[in-house]
């Protein structure tokens, strides 16, 4: 099934607090971009379809990030529909100053942006990218003709940043030890992904969710106490936005005043999610 992106619009957002344009043309063009950041950052098909006044006939083609490019304003009607299917809300705004530029009957602006979106099975996307959007006059007013939005392409981490990315996920989950240790519950739910899944020692199902996750622990932390942990031959593969993580670890914990020593392996999957590292699922098992 082809995948739809919460992405189509998001070209025509503009950003607050940017400098008034300064000419007439310029002023429309902004009131333009103004009518459409109000489309992009809705669901509601009737505010979403108004905006398709405001191309110009005929226009295009348009180049969205994802997918086959569009040729025609129909075509991008037909990508909202089916993508308004899909989402349950969604946010866009501009990440740079809005460029506007105008000669005689022709006009484009340019900048970058970042939208995020909610799908309606829960499922959360977030994405940034830089746009170029064309304008022609028809009679008194401004029409959208073309726009063209696109991701900036990642360069590959170089081996001393990969290094560096790894040792900022073992200290991370050494923080997230020391967090358990202090009893920090503030700390611990920031190391996990909204969607975090367990696999625990003793537990004979997945543990799903942060709340869930939190719970437990919180449970567990009322009669127990990390007395002392190691976390041993760390190991951390960088793929892209996705890590794993594996070591063996040593811990002894003392409950209703019984002191317990443990041995086991631990792999974490981390996930990066707007900048920072989470993670995203948890597989311990203890020697025997």
Same mark, same amino acid.
């Given at each position: 099934?082809?995948?739809?992106?919460?992405?189509?619009?998001?070209?025509?957002?503009?950003?607050?607090?940017?400098?008034?344009?300064?000419?007439?043309?310029?002023?429309?063009?902004?009131?333009?971009?103004?009518?459409?950041?109000?489309?992009?950052?809705?669901?509601?098909?009737?505010?979403?379809?108004?905006?398709?006044?405001?191309?110009?006939?005929?226009?295009?083609?348009?180049?969205?990030?994802?997918?086959?490019?569009?040729?025609?304003?129909?075509?991008?009607?037909?990508?909202?529909?089916?993508?308004?299917?899909?989402?349950?809300?969604?946010?866009?705004?501009?990440?740079?100053?809005?460029?506007?530029?105008?000669?005689?009957?022709?006009?484009?602006?340019?900048?970058?942006?970042?939208?995020?979106?909610?799908?309606?099975?829960?499922?959360?996307?977030?994405?940034?990218?830089?746009?170029?959007?064309?304008?022609?006059?028809?009679?008194?007013?401004?029409?959208?003709?073309?726009?063209?939005?696109?991701?900036?392409?990642?360069?590959?981490?170089?081996?001393?940043?990969?290094?560096?990315?790894?040792?900022?996920?073992?200290?991370?989950?050494?923080?997230?030890?020391?967090?358990?240790?202090?009893?920090?519950?503030?700390?611990?739910?920031?190391?996990?992904?909204?969607?975090?899944?367990?696999?625990?020692?003793?537990?004979?199902?997945?543990?799903?969710?942060?709340?869930?996750?939190?719970?437990?622990?919180?449970?567990? +932390? &009322? #009669?127990?106490? %990390?007395? /002392? =942990?190691?976390?041993? @031959?760390?190991? $951390?593969?960088? +793929? &892209? #936005?996705?890590? %794993?993580? /594996? =070591?063996?670890?040593? @811990?002894?914990? $003392?409950?209703?005043?019984?002191?317990?020593?443990?041995?086991?392996?631990?792999?974490?999957?981390?996930?990066?999610?707007?900048?920072?590292?989470?993670?995203?699922?948890?597989?311990?098992?203890?020697?025997?």
């Amino acid at each position: 099934m082809r995948r739809v992106v919460p992405l189509l619009l998001i070209v025509l957002v503009v950003a607050a607090g940017v400098a008034q344009a300064q000419s007439k043309d310029e002023r429309a063009i902004r009131a333009l971009l103004d009518r459409s950041i109000q489309a992009a950052n809705s669901v509601d098909p009737k505010v979403i379809q108004a905006i398709f006044a405001e191309y110009a006939r005929p226009g295009g083609p348009f180049y969205a990030p994802f997918g086959n490019p569009l040729s025609s304003t129909a075509d991008v009607q037909a990508f909202t529909n089916e993508m308004l299917a899909q989402i349950a809300s969604r946010s866009s705004r501009a990440t740079s100053p809005i460029t506007v530029r105008v000669d005689k009957n022709l006009a484009w602006a340019t900048y970058t942006w970042r939208t995020e979106a909610t799908l309606k099975d829960g499922t959360r996307r977030g994405f940034e990218g830089r746009a170029t959007v064309s304008f022609i006059r028809e009679g008194k007013n401004w029409k959208i003709a073309h726009w063209h939005s696109s991701l900036p392409a990642t360069l590959p981490l170089t081996a001393s940043a990969l290094n560096a990315e790894a040792q900022r996920i073992i200290q991370i989950e050494r923080d997230a030890w020391e967090a358990l240790r202090s009893k920090d519950l503030a700390a611990i739910g920031n190391y996990f992904a909204d969607d975090v899944s367990i696999f625990e020692y003793g537990q004979a199902y997945r543990i799903q969710g942060k709340a869930e996750v939190l719970r437990g622990i919180e449970t567990w +932390l &009322g #009669d127990s106490t %990390i007395r /002392s =942990y190691q976390i041993l @031959d760390p190991k $951390v593969q960088v +793929l &892209g #936005d996705t890590a %794993i993580l /594996s =070591y063996y670890f040593t @811990d002894t914990v $003392v409950t209703a005043g019984r002191e317990m020593p443990h041995s086991g392996k631990l792999t974490v999957v981390f996930a990066k999610e707007g900048g920072a590292w989470k993670a995203l699922h948890e597989h311990v098992s203890l020697n025997r």
